[in-house]
């Protein structure tokens, strides 16, 4: 699968950014959606995972109640929704295919897109 991330940038404490990662090179509702970021000096983390269907949804604790994953499998589109973003929200952002939502939760990944770049000052 190849997958082509695009929304980043720069933005002010509290603001909002929407992610898109578009998917192709197979059927796109049959695999789950995710994003991970890796913020300066720090390991790569899991933030967000959608099941194929987009009724299942997994989310880290640090953004739970202020970042909303979803996907239009009729456009191959996976999107990440920040609200209220901090600045330790500021990171390289990737979105990956996985098997499912659960699995790539726990960070088990098949495919990896290039990362677009979330900056967020105070």
């Known amino acids: 699968v190849q997958l082509q991330a695009s929304g980043g940038g720069l933005v002010q404490a509290g603001g909002s950014f929407r992610l898109s990662c578009a998917a192709s090179?197979?059927?796109?509702?049959?695999?789950?959606m995710g994003w991970f970021r890796q913020a300066p000096g720090k390991e790569r983390e899991f933030v967000a995972a959608?099941?194929?269907?987009?009724?299942?949804?997994y989310y880290v604790d640090s953004v739970k109640g202020r970042f909303t994953i979803s996907r239009e499998n009729a456009k191959n589109t996976a999107f990440l929704q920040m609200n209220s973003l901090r600045p330790e929200d500021t990171a390289v952002y990737y979105c990956?295919?996985?098997?499912?939502?659960?699995?790539?939760?726990?960070?088990?990944?098949?495919?990896w897109g290039q990362g677009t770049l979330v900056t967020v000052s105070s």
């Open positions: 990956a295919v996985g098997r499912g939502g659960h699995s790539l939760s726990g960070g088990t990944v098949d495919d």
């Open positions: 959608v099941a194929w269907r987009g009724t299942a949804t």
């Open positions: 090179g197979r059927p796109f509702s049959t695999y789950g």
